[in-house]
Antibody, heavy 121, light 111 residues
């Protein structure tokens, strides 16, 4: 059974870079139909798609975050990561890593449990 | 402000039926598939519907999806107290700013 697990610091200083990793178990990240990506939920707000990546390198990012976001895949360790630079309090959220359907077939069928990241000094 | 519009809240009594709507445009719902999610506090969201109408294994047929033009809907019949949760629609945005988009979410209260 496919499982995803987020790891990373729970507290990040303003203006620093948020870095999270997602370990994939139970399937290969080199699946030929799925994208791997990140979704977040700020406190009291709804779900927000951040971006996704295919294992060969194609990426999509939310336009308003694109200048600050990088998603990368490490096929040798079956994991992928999120980097969000120049964070502010507005980036405080529960961050989920997820397996996603591709483009027009977009859906999220497997989610990590989520990790809370607080941006504060 | 999401590009997909959902009612903030809906409510109904146990055993009744409720419909949650999701309105978009030709660049998202109109030309892409819609999915629906149930989100309980403190847990990861759960996929209920994908490709407009399909249910993943294990999702009861009380949950059904539909799509017409630039709108989609999630029907829940035989409401149970455990259905009380936040529900989100999602799809792909195909314009120059391509990417996934979620609706703002709908809080379902089972009276």
């Amino acid at each position: 059974q496919l499982q995803l697990q987020e790891t990373g610091p729970g507290l990040v200083q303003p203006s620093e870079t948020l870095s999270l990793s997602c370990s994939v178990s139970g399937d290969s990240i080199s699946s030929n139909i799925y994208y791997w990506g990140w979704i977040r939920q700020p406190p009291g707000r709804g779900l927000e798609w951040i971006g996704s990546m295919y294992y060969t390198g194609g990426t999509y990012y939310k336009p308003s975050l694109e200048s600050r976001v990088t998603i990368s895949v490490d096929t040798s360790n079956n994991q992928f990561s999120l980097k969000l630079k120049s964070v502010t309090a507005a980036d405080t959220a529960v961050y989920y890593c997820a397996r996603q359907g591709a483009r027009t077939y977009f859906y999220v069928d497997v989610w990590g449990k989520g990790t809370t990241v607080t941006v504060s000094s | 402000q999401s590009v997909l519009t959902q009612p903030p809240s809906v409510s109904a009594a146990p055993g009744q039926k409720v419909t949650i709507s999701c309105s978009g445009s030709s660049s998202n719902i109109g030309n892409n598939y819609v999915s629906w999610y149930q989100h309980l506090p403190g847990t990861a969201p759960k996929l209920l519907i994908y490709d407009n109408i399909k249910r993943p294994s294990g999702i009861p047929d009380r949950f059904s999806g539909s799509k017409s033009g630039t709108s989609a809907a999630l029907d829940i019949t035989g409401l149970q107290p455990g259905d009380e949760a936040d529900y989100y629609c999602a799809t792909w945005e195909s314009n120059l700013s391509a990417g996934g988009v979620f609706g703002g979410g709908t809080k379902l209260t089972v009276l």
